[in-house]
């Protein structure tokens, strides 16, 4: 078979060179081979150019001048009461642009494994997070443990993180431009667009923010992801204000690590503190401690505009009739303060909130795991529990 062949070549040119003219790399600028941090993946990972229109917002609202300014910011996003998000309003804001996003697309190590592949996991990280959490560590890899179970997967950095473009923070970096970003990149995936392979099925999996962006996608293009696995997300926003107080955000440009020099002032990230990412993201003591030291060494950005449209995506989508599974951390703070077990199981709600038509739905609560599931000692069950739910629903 095409695939076949196409992933002998990959392995190969893994083994000897990156620059191989016969690596397939349909779609990718400045592509390269890389493979998970297990091992049980190879991946091709590069530029992908886009063009996208999306119905964003007009921001009445400057970028912060100083750290006084971006604070006092934030602080009005979260009080109670909030009139920023009515004030900032200025109606509909048509934007269109070319944008480069930073792409992996993974494929089983093994070429008779790969040439069975029918499926592609579509993974979009959440806030201040990358593509990397989905493939954190060997033992903490969702992509592994993809792979293992017969799956191909693509992640991304969303627009305005990492190593994809930094436009506009305000007027441009938005939730209705995630949302055409990711059913732009979904389209190229289901032809052969991207790594020279048409997949069957697409499965839209996101975490916190980039569940909202699933949701988003399968809200207004539900004929997407013939299935939808949402995890660090629930119906429930009442803890989401002390968890982004919690991170402390400041300016990204001002971060002594230098990483974010030269991005506008509208775009925010964390300090390098560990209490800044371990309050709302950790459970101690069920987390590796150099994992926490990794998440503080290579935390993204977010974005004013981004903060003041999300909600506008985080919408029913009554027309998807696909399987949904809702995964959570038990302790997760951010989504159900601590205890997404009170008053009861948060993961059970989301479907019928979102999804009333979808055909059959799981929900679970990963053990002793905060908001950053994939980062915890319980990763693998959780893991396990989304990859069997998609073959029980036939999804393999």
């Given at each position: 078979m095409l695939f076949a062949y196409i992933i002998s070549s990959l392995v190969l040119s893994s083994l000897t060179s990156a620059s191989d003219t016969t690596i397939p790399t349909t779609g990718f600028s400045n592509?390269?081979?890389?493979?998970?941090?297990g091992n049980l993946a190879v991946c091709v990972t590069g530029i992908v150019k886009l063009t996208v229109t999306a119905n964003n917002t007009k921001i009445l609202y400057p970028e912060p001048p100083n750290q006084v300014n971006a604070t006092a910011t934030i602080l009005a996003l979260l009080q109670a009461n909030p009139t920023i998000?009515?004030?900032?309003?200025?109606?509909?804001?048509?934007?269109?642009?070319?944008?480069?996003?930073?792409?992996?697309?993974?494929?089983?190590?093994?070429?008779a494994a790969a040439s069975k592949v029918q499926t592609v996991q579509f993974l979009t990280h959440g806030a201040t997070l990358d593509h990397t959490y989905w493939d954190i560590a060997s033992g903490y890899s969702h992509v592994d443990a993809a792979i293992a179970a017969?799956?191909?997967?693509?992640?991304?950095?969303?627009?305005?993180?990492?190593?994809?473009?930094?436009?506009?923070?305000?007027?441009?970096?938005?939730?209705?431009?995630?949302?055409?970003?990711?059913?732009?990149l979904v389209q190229l995936i289901r032809t052969t667009n991207l790594g020279g392979y048409s997949f069957k099925n697409v499965v839209g999996i996101g975490h916190s923010a980039g569940s909202t962006i699933t949701q988003g996608v399968s809200a207004k293009y539900p004929k997407d992801f013939e299935a939808v696995i949402l995890t660090g997300?629930?119906?429930?926003?009442?803890?989401?204000?002390?968890?982004?107080?919690?991170?402390?955000?400041i300016i990204a440009n001002t971060d002594p690590s230098g990483r974010f020099v030269g991005i506008g002032n509208a775009y925010f990230t964390q300090p390098p503190l560990e209490q800044a990412l371990q309050f709302p993201f950790y459970r101690y003591p069920y987390f590796d401690p150099s994992l926490l030291q990794l998440a503080i060494a290579t935390r993204q950005t977010n974005t004013l505009g981004e903060l003041l449209t999300l909600a506008s995506?985080?919408?029913?989508?009554?027309?998807?009739?696909?399987?949904?599974?809702?995964?959570?951390?038990m302790n997760d703070l951010v989504f159900c303060g601590g205890d997404c077990t009170y008053p009861t199981d948060q993961s059970a709600l989301v479907q019928p909130a979102f999804y009333p038509a979808a055909r059959t739905s799981s929900h679970y609560l990963s053990p002793n795991a905060g908001h950053v599931?994939?980062?915890?000692?319980?990763?693998?069950?959780?893991?396990?529990?989304m990859n069997s739910f998609l073959r029980l629903n036939k999804l393999g």
């Open positions: 592509p390269s081979i890389k493979h998970s941090t998000y009515t004030t900032s309003y200025g109606g509909s804001n048509l934007v269109t642009g070319s944008y480069n996003i930073y792409s992996e697309l993974c494929f089983p190590n093994d070429a017969g799956y191909a997967t693509f992640s991304y950095d969303r627009l305005g993180v990492g190593k994809s473009d930094h436009p506009d923070p305000i007027q441009v970096v938005q939730a209705a431009i995630a949302v055409e970003v990711a059913h732009t997300t629930s119906i429930d926003p009442n803890y989401v204000a002390t968890s982004v107080a919690a991170f402390d955000l995506i985080n919408v029913p989508s009554p027309l998807f009739t696909g399987p949904v599974d809702v995964v959570l951390g599931i994939n980062a915890h000692y319980s990763a693998s069950q959780a893991f396990a529990q």
